[in-house]
């Protein structure tokens, strides 16, 4: 019985993964990108050359971050050993990839990224639209990595309570927060969300939140869901309030992201915060 190919890498620790609290969601996501280029020039063909030759790529439309509880920190992690599985769907219309990230031998946080296959139209602009994997791609995963894998769950619970009202601020989408297409990239996007947080406590607008729980509480697990992408130089609203679920011990921050007067984000992000005392 054969079961899914997973590479595995390490990377010596430095201050810029970490927060004073946790691993940073930047360097955890930037191992779905990674993990991903890794495998597939290992058991498929490099990124580009999936691109350029075969006419097919991926956009990220979900992800979940779990942080290990107690989760490592700098101090912890000398050596980050990072384990990447890719699995396709039957219909070739999603990928799949789990992460596993360790630091001397102790967990650290498990993601889990589902990405939509896209055809790449126009090579030099590569304008895309949902498709499906190329059939000579399809090929190179074995029969163990052709399943189909749920999406990652949203772990904030339904009937949750809003304890802190809506807050917006207005941005836009620069070149620093968009990849190679001017589209923008997941990552960044992620961190536009986490970075509400910070904005609430530095404008004084947590109230009635005490700052412990705004900005000093580790995030227990991140869920993020992509509807549709946003574009370099689009003007862009990040609206962020605060939720406790139906037994008033966890708290959630909810941030959504998107264009002004839009009647549906084109993402949502969810942090569900540690329990405090």
């Known amino acids: ?17 970490f927060s004073p609290l946790q691993p940073r969601p930047r360097m955890l996501l930037g191992h779905v990108s990674s993990g991903l280029s890794r495998w597939l020039a290992e058991y498929v063909t490099p990124f580009p050359s999936m691109v350029d030759t075969y006419g097919s790529a991926v956009v990220v439309s979900s992800v979940r971050i779990d942080y290990a509880t107690p989760c490592p920190g700098f101090s912890d992690a000398p050596w980050l050993t990072v384990r990447f599985g890719l699995r396709v769907h039957p219909s070739g219309k999603w990928i799949n990839a789990e992460i596993d990230c360790a630091a001397d031998g102790r967990p650290v946080a498990s993601v889990s990224a589902t990405m939509r296959v896209l055809v790449v139209a126009d090579g030099d602009s590569l304008s895309a639209s949902p498709g499906v994997l190329h059939p000579e791609l399809r090929k190179a995963f074995t029969p163990a990595e052709t399943v189909a894998t749920p999406h990652p769950a949203n772990p904030c619970p339904g009937g949750a309570t809003v304890v ?39 404008e004084k607008l947590h109230a009635p939140l005490p700052p412990r729980q705004v900005i000093g509480t580790p995030t227990r697990s991140l869920y993020a869901a992509f509807r549709r992408p946003m574009f370099v130089y689009d003007p862009c609203v990040v609206t962020t309030s605060a939720h406790r679920g139906p037994d008033a011990s966890g708290l959630y921050f909810q941030h959504r992201i998107g264009p002004p007067d839009a009647p549906r984000p084109c993402l949502t992000v969810w942090e569900t915060l540690d329990p405090t005392d």
């Open 1 to 17: 019985m054969t079961v899914p190919r997973r590479i595995s890498y390490t990377e010596p620790g430095t201050t810029t993964m």
């Open 164 to 202: 802190l009202p809506a807050r917006e601020w207005r941005t836009f989408i620069s070149r620093s927060h968009a990849e190679v297409a001017d589209q923008w990239s997941f990552i960044e996007m992620i961190e536009l969300a986490t970075q509400a947080r910070d904005r609430l406590f530095a």
